[in-house]
């Protein structure tokens, strides 16, 4: 066997091995989600059977805790898209080892968003009446409602996510097929639709890759676009503004980036991915934090200046409530995670620190969740009239239970992902190695 083909072997061998036996680290991290899962559901229950009177909701704090979550994990998806979709039509070869993880990321955060909405509502079993469908009613959803918007918005990119992923993944689970045996090897041999690796396969899967890429691109734009409207098409202060589409859009970016970091680093060591995931990886990763940081600090400043700007007395009052008033210890964390501690990723030896990195990432996820916190409860808690202004809102036991069991919600399935499924693109690894060897071999 040639040494080019023993090397396309051991990108087989090095990949497939993540989804051996898993071992007591694993099987105690999948415990304990499953565990704060059902803690979850059962705090969910209890709030179905008792109402929402158990959580910190009073007039006109009635968006808080859940909505942020929604929003959060939204937001968590859209870089799954950024580096698969959009670098993959720019064809940026760097993005190959970070696709997988990205992608999967995007799928289970978009399940773990959808649920929100549904916990909000106080009777969550008439949640499918948000849908367009003939009833014996004759009621039809009002479609010029930006929480109908969202519904169509969120299952377009669901779907569309889902099977982009699920796309390429075909040509892999062909390998995982090919050496596996049994009951195994019928199931994977049925989901990678019998492939082969023909040149008529490929090429037309090729087209199809491209097509989804494409297709999956504006998506990014659109969907945290029609989530910010929820905000923009109310004139409460502080949420009735034009900025909140880009401003919504490069926030979702930047978070999702940062989770992919929060992921990635932890994922790449314990399965000894380091010659597949580079340290390049990782710098390009914090190059694209920089730039989104960068456009959430400007579009931070230029809310600021609008509110002041605009000669609106709610406005401003509004928004110097949020730096001085019962939120300020969020608003200053906000900015200090999602503005100043990116600025160290200029250093190249921070890019190039996973440990930094990681923590970086980590403080950016605690930003951007303040950030949707911030927006949403502040606004209401200091709206037009003051007689309905409020102090600081609490959430409740009930609210925090369910958080918490989102998160373990989310790592659930990606950590089922990382058992059942290539957390590396097998076959565009293979192609980054070939267009590694052909001027090795040029020159040779």
């Keep these: 066997m040639s040494t080019a083909a023993l090397r396309l072997r051991k990108v087989d061998d090095d990949v497939l091995r993540t989804m051996g ?44 805790v859940y909505i942020t979550n929604f929003v959060f994990w939204v937001g968590i998806a859209h870089s799954g898209t950024l580096i698969s979709a959009i670098l993959y039509l720019l064809r940026a070869r760097w993005r190959t ?41 004759e009621l039809w959803i009002n479609f010029r409602s930006p929480l109908v918007w969202d519904v169509f918005a969120v299952t377009t990119y669901f779907t569309v996510s889902a099977l982009f992923l699920y796309l390429g993944l075909v040509p892999d689970l062909a390998v995982v097929r090919d050496r596996s045996s049994g009951l195994r090897a019928r199931l994977y041999g049925l989901a990678s639709l019998g492939w082969q690796g023909s040149g008529s396969q490929w090429r037309h899967y090729n087209a199809l890759y491209g097509f989804f890429a494409a297709l999956a691109t504006p998506l990014v734009v659109s969907v945290h676009s029609v989530v910010s409207w929820d905000f923009a ?12 589409a880009p ?4 926030g979702a970016i930047f978070s999702g980036l940062a989770m992919v970091l929060t992921i990635l680093i932890p994922m790449r060591r314990l ?30 400043a230029t809310e600021a200046f609008v509110a002041w700007y605009r000669g609106s007395d709610y406005e401003r009052n509004t928004f110097f409530d ?84 989102s998160f373990a ?4 399935f990606f950590l089922l992902f990382v058992k ?25």
């Design 21 to 64: 036996r898993p071992g007591p680290l694993y099987v105690g991290g999948l415990a304990l989600a499953l565990v704060l899962v059902a803690l979850g559901g059962y705090t969910w229950l209890y709030q179905m059977a008792v109402g929402l009177g158990v959580t910190g909701y009073s007039p006109p704090m009635m968006w808080a």
């Design 97 to 137: 080892a970070v696709a997988r993880a990205a992608e999967a990321m995007t799928v289970f955060a978009v399940m773990t968003a959808g649920l929100f909405p549904i916990v909000h509502l106080g009777r969550p079993w008439l949640f499918f009446w948000l849908l367009p469908y003939p009833n014996e009613r």
């Design 233 to 244: 098409m109310a004139i409460a202060p502080g949420w009735h503004s034009t900025i909140f």
């Design 247 to 250: 401003y919504f859009v490069a």
């Design 271 to 300: 399965y000894g991915l380091e010659e597949y995931v580079t340290l390049e990886h990782f710098e390009s990763l914090a190059k694209l934090i920089i730039a989104t940081s960068l456009i959430v600090g400007y579009s931070y």
């Design 322 to 405: 949020r730096a001085t008033g019962a939120y300020a210890p969020f608003f200053w964390t906000m900015l200090t995670c999602n503005v100043l501690l990116p600025m160290l990723l200029f250093a190249r030896g921070v890019r190039r620190n996973l440990t930094a990195l990681f923590v970086i990432s980590l403080a950016i996820n605690v930003g951007m969740y303040l950030e949707r916190f911030v927006i949403i409860v502040s606004s209401l808690a200091h709206g037009v009239a003051p007689g309905t202004w409020r102090g600081l809102y609490q959430p409740t036991w009930v609210e925090i239970a369910i958080t918490v069991g």
């Design 409 to 412: 919600w989310f790592s659930t």
């Design 420 to 444: 059942l499924l290539p957390v590396l693109p097998i076959s565009e690894l293979k192609e980054t190695l070939s267009h590694r060897d052909q001027p090795e071999r040029a020159h040779a």
